[in-house]
């Protein structure tokens, strides 16, 4: 069963940081491109950063520059390094892949519960 669990949210000021984490299991974690998604109240859930199993990345414009996404496949986890928050951060964070479970099974978009972040002003 794939399982994607973030952590790491909660309330911080503006200029601060924060740094989520998205452990996975059930799949080959090393060989599929990551994202990160946020959704605010009342918005559309926007993509926020990506990296691909040869660690390249790429970023939402409104992030370039603030946030900065990593991996540590030996630990199936994937990161989002998050500095200059502001209130327009404030969201919803979601891990993501598109996987499969093994060469058996259909590819599928799967999500983990998310983890809010929260931005005062």
């Known amino acids: 069963q794939v399982q994607l669990v973030e952590s790491g949210g909660g309330l911080v000021q503006t200029g601060g940081s924060l740094r989520l984490s998205c452990v996975a299991t059930?799949?080959?974690?090393?060989?599929?491109?990551m994202d990160w998604y946020r959704q605010a109240p009342g918005k559309q859930r926007e993509l926020v950063a990506t990296?691909?199993?040869?660690?390249?990345?790429n970023y939402a414009d409104s992030v370039e520059g603030r946030f900065t996404i990593s991996r540590d496949n030996a630990k199936n986890t994937v990161f989002l390094q998050m500095r200059s928050l502001s209130p327009e951060d404030t969201a919803v964070y979601f891990c993501?892949?598109?996987?499969?479970?093994?060469?058996?099974?259909?590819?599928?978009?799967?999500w983990g519960q998310g983890t809010q972040v929260t931005v005062s002003s």
């Open positions: 993501s892949t598109y996987a499969r479970k093994n060469v058996w099974t259909k590819y599928e978009s799967y």
């Open positions: 059930g799949f080959t974690f090393g060989i599929y491109d």
């Open positions: 990296i691909s199993r040869s660690l390249s990345t």
